[in-house]
């Protein structure tokens, strides 16, 4: 459970910032830019890609934080 969550909240860091740093660029940022796919396809995210990406790297630092406090088994 503990290696699940250091990877999900790796991964969902990195696409978060990716994805903040391709909307401050405009685009230009393409790499990984994953997290395109739920801001234009999900209604309700449609003008808040912003706000999203920062949601979404905010919650893998929070599972990343989680990761370290679950027992190791």
Do not use: Q
């Not at 990195?14 to 391709?22: A, D, E, L, P, Q």
């Amino acid at each position: 459970m503990r290696r699940f969550l250091e990877v999900a909240g790796f991964l969902l860091t990195v696409f978060g910032v990716c994805g903040v740093i391709r909307e401050l660029t405009d685009g230009w940022f393409r790499l990984m830019g994953l997290t395109r796919f739920l801001t234009e396809n999900v209604w309700f995210m449609e003008g808040r890609e912003l706000f999203v990406d920062i949601v979404i790297a905010v919650l893998g630092l929070v599972l990343l934080i989680v990761s370290d406090r679950v027992r190791k088994s």
